[in-house]
């Protein structure tokens, strides 16, 4: 039974753009993850209810509306750093995802490698629900500027 759940959480958390094996949007231009998320997330859909001037990023929200996703974008429109906020009936689940797929480096923190480029995640415990940042490394950050 485990087997054929695992496939299914794979498949979530991929959609949720939080996998390793899967690709990041981390450095893509904003066209392009629009378009990504529209064929590859289609659990999501775009959400405007909520329109900030001063940031740059695009809302995404699945139909169970458990799951939140947005994405910050620099002023050149290239994903900088994407952001999963989630309620608490899916917290096992991705910390087994995040262990079993990405290297540990702290009580909530894990890493992994795409290219040349080192991504970290970290879950943030929240009152009422959780989030799983994804952001390049800060060395790596720092040295682009």
């Known amino acids: 039974m ?5 496939p299914i959480l794979l498949f ?8 390793a094996k899967g690709q ?8 392009r993850v629009k378009a990504l998320v529209e ?6 859909r ?6 900030k001037q001063h940031f740059n990023y695009l809302k995404f929200v699945n139909g169970a509306k458990t799951r939140t996703w947005i994405l910050y974008f620099t002023d050149e429109d290239v994903c900088k750093t994407s952001k999963l906020v989630c309620d608490y009936s899916d917290f096992d689940e991705v910390v087994e ?26 879950l943030t ?12 490394k ?6 682009l500027k």
């Not at 979530?12 to 996998?19: E, R, T």
């Not at 990041?24 to 066209?31: R, T, V």
């Not at 775009?46 to 329109?51: G, I, L």
């Open 2 to 6: 485990l087997k054929c759940l695992k």
């Open 46 to 51: 775009r959400d405007n209810s909520v329109t």
């Open 125 to 136: 415990k929240q009152e009422w629900y959780f989030t799983v940042r994804e952001t390049l």
């Open 97 to 122: 995802e995040l262990s079993a797929s990405h290297e540990k480096v702290g009580d909530s923190q894990w890493e992994y490698h795409q290219g040349d480029q080192t991504l970290q995640v970290t």
């Open 12 to 19: 979530i958390l991929f959609a949720a753009g939080i996998v």
């Open 39 to 44: 064929t590859e997330h289609k659990e999501f």
């Open 24 to 31: 990041s949007l981390i450095g893509m231009p904003k066209d």
């Open 138 to 143: 800060k060395e790596e950050e720092e040295s």
